[in-house]
């Protein structure tokens, strides 16, 4: 969103663009391929007559690097922007959604529902680009209402609303 | 025949009890109002509910998760009718004349063919998943291991196949799907399998959380950083709710096509809904004395790909109610919902569940009923829904999701590992990845293991089995084909011109 969406790439843009999108990703999982193999040599070795549990993440992991692989030279070797990345160099600002559902986790057990809901929905909403603190405050008012009616007096779940 | 109509009758009956008529009617309209919303689809509104159906029981549960399926298929066209937004991808074609008749005024009976069809539509499959379950599921009860591992490879290569952009990172998806599920304590040796010391990935991932985490919060995560800015779309007048008749004649032929088209399409593992929509559309077009009316506001535009996808909606319950095979992520969340009510997806269901078969197929045909009879009058209403910014749509939608995930079993760790799969979901949106076939391939992935590891003890550690044996040799044989051609030039070119719309 930083950068005007519609400007034709230079070549310079295009290489560091594919260096973003299929090339990172092809290493990206290539590596994942590769640990998996790696890994997976430490577990139990079966018995002669049966494979043993290294014996199919070995098989898929492998199949991973190459493709993964493949997938890296065969960007690099391209030259035209096939897959230039929606974000570019943007702010992490939506990244905040994600901060809110780890805080959330994190205050569920001991907290209870309203302070968990209360970090999320108001990071949630830092992270949209018009923040109002009102609109914000009543929304979670609803939402807390709302879910502990449903989830928790309605369905029974084992959630407590409030902090003993 | 006989037999069929009895069955038919008794599932009728179990369908239209009380209790199960409410939660299909509650299936529908959950269904409809998450295909009319943006930014949220079936997927992730399913493991987001499925929680709330380990209350129930295992029928009730599972006719109300298919009414949420295909009430959003019907949501999805009519937002695509009238502002022009496809609220699931197969409604994507409808936009095409269902939004010119909108734009002419004559919403409302672009809204009525569409209901219309997809009821008729429905009728055609529920009658199709009647004919054709019980003879596959009695072909199926004479499977073994090896035509088990093969029907898989044939399954995630049919996904790869239909899946939306390079077959290559299609392929990446699926193996990375089955190296998660690869997490957890192996079930025939007792081997902790990348666990790393984590007491929370002993018993594995749950699918349900990996799909709330790349659905929900990953799309969230695509729509903050891409186009919802938060401006509601505005809705014009609505019209009269009924075709003229010459309308409503010239909707009649293209509907049955449509009907036939996704029946057959939808027992395709991958996007069945989707690529019959778009079938059915080109197939009108085609067909039609007068194409050049097509993109304007052609009745049968509107009625052709809603009979096909409502169709393929209900056929892709085939596969997964005899074979066990999902043909398509929600299907994969029916199995999932399946094996928590202790109920082991297969041929097996329709011998020792009849109920539960007969029920669930029943009542395809009692949520079509609902939804046209419903939704018309009430088209008012979600047109309203449409106008509710964003800004207020996704922190809800988020806490629901993580109420969702962290009562899937309680567990904290449920939640956070949510969030990493949403940071996933969003990077591999951002890279042309689509994480569909990675929840198959997670779903299939232990089933599949155990499949290899029989059929290698039958053999005795002879793979050649899977090609000497005829029905897996086949299986194999039509993958391999599939995969082919997906990859030669000449289909690739007509593939990517069929998604490119």
């Keep these: 969103m930083g950068s005007p969406a519609h400007r034709r790439p230079t070549r310079g843009a295009v290489w560091s663009s594919m260096l973003q999108a299929d090339v990172l990703a092809g290493l990206a999982i290539a590596t994942t391929g590769l640990a998996a193999v790696v890994v997976a040599q430490g577990f139990r070795k079966g018995a002669a007559h049966e494979i043993g549990p290294a014996y199919f993440p070995s ?24 897959s230039r990345p929606k974000t570019g160099a943007v702010s992490v600002r939506p990244l905040l959604v994600l901060a ?46 709302f879910a502990s009616l449903v989830f928790v007096v309605g369905l029974g779940l084992p959630i407590r609303v409030f902090p003993t | ?27 529908v309209v959950l269904g409809t109002l998450i295909g009319v919303l943006p930014g949220l689809g079936p997927v992730a509104t399913i493991a987001m509910l499925l929680p709330i159906t380990f209350n129930l029981d295992a029928i009730s549960a599972l006719i109300m998760l298919a009414g949420i399926y295909y009430g959003a298929q019907y949501g999805g066209s009519t937002t695509a009718i009238l502002v022009n937004l496809p609220g699931e991808a197969s409604s994507t074609v409808t936009c095409l004349d269902g939004h010119a008749l909108t734009r002419q005024g004559r919403a409302g009976a672009a809204l009525a063919i569409a209901a219309l069809a997809s009821f008729a539509a429905g009728c055609v499959g529920t009658l199709a998943v009647a004919l054709l379950g019980p003879t596959l599921a009695n072909l199926a009860l004479r499977f073994q291991s090896p035509e088990y591992f093969s029907l898989m490879v044939l399954g995630l290569v049919t996904a790869v196949v239909l899946a939306r952009g390079s077959v290559l990172k299609a392929v990446i998806m699926v193996l990375l799907g089955l190296l998660l599920s690869q997490v957890g304590t192996d079930a025939s040796t007792g081997t902790e399998r990348f666990v790393f010391g984590n007491r929370h990935l ?21 729509n903050l950083y891409g186009r919802h800015s938060g401006a509601a779309p505005s809705v014009g007048s609505i019209g009269r709710l009924w075709p003229s008749r010459s309308e409503f004649r010239s909707s009649i032929a293209p509907t049955v096509r449509g009907s036939v088209l996704g029946c057959a399409l939808g027992l395709l593992p991958g996007s069945g809904p989707l690529l019959s929509s778009f079938g059915a559309y080109a197939l009108e077009k085609r067909l039609s004395r007068t194409p050049g009316r097509f993109g304007h506001g052609a009745v049968e535009g509107v009625a052709a790909p809603e009979a096909a996808n409502n169709a393929a909606a209900q056929t892709s319950f085939i596969p997964m109610l005899t074979l066990g095979i999902p043909s398509n992520s929600v299907m994969a969340l029916m199995i ?12 097996q269901v329709l011998t020792e569940q009849p109920d539960l078969f007969w029920a669930m197929v029943a009542s395809m045909w009692v949520g079509n009923v609902l939804l046209v009879v419903l939704n018309l009058p009430l088209v008012g209403i979600w047109v309203r829904l449409l106008t509710v910014p964003y800004h207020f749509l996704y922190p809800a939608i988020l806490l629901f999701v993580c109420i969702g995930a962290y009562s899937i079993s309680n567990s904290y760790f449920d939640v956070m590992l949510a969030a990493g799969f949403g940071l996933v979901g969003f990077l591999l949106r951002a890279a042309h990845f689509d994480p569909a076939p990675l929840l198959l391939g997670l779903i299939l992935g232990e089933a599949m293991e155990d499949n290899l590891r029989r059929t290698l003890i039958i053999s005795r550690e002879d793979l050649t089995i899977l090609f000497t044996r005829p029905v897996s040799a086949g299986m ?23 998604f490119a719309e």
């Design chain 1, 100 to 145: 809110g559902v780890i805080l959330f986790a994190a205050l569920i057990e001991e907290f209870g529902l309203a302070v968990a809901a209360f970090a999320l929905v108001f990071l949630s909403a830092l992270a949209g680009s018009s923040f109002r603190l009102l609109r914000t405050a009543a929304l979670l008012v609803a939402l807390v209402a």
């Design chain 2, 202 to 222: 002993v018993d594995g991932l749950n699918f349900a959380v990996v799909a709330t985490g790349l659905f929900g919060i990953g799309e969230i995560l695509s």
């Design chain 2, 476 to 498: 194999l044989a039509l993958a391999a084909v599939l995969l082919i051609g997906a990859i030669t030039p000449g289909l690739r070119t007509r593939r990517e011109k069929v």
């Design chain 2, 1 to 27: 025949m006989i037999d069929l109509l009895g069955n038919l009758g008794t599932g009728i009956e179990i369908a239209l009890t009380p209790v199960h008529l409410f939660y299909c009617f509650l299936g």
């Design chain 2, 336 to 347: 999932g919902a399946m094996i928590i009510h202790g109920i082991t997806p297969g041929p």
């Design chain 1, 59 to 82: 098989v898929i992991g492998a199949m991973l690097a190459v493709l993964g692989a493949g997938l890296a030279v065969s960007a690099l070797r391209r030259n035209e922007p096939l």
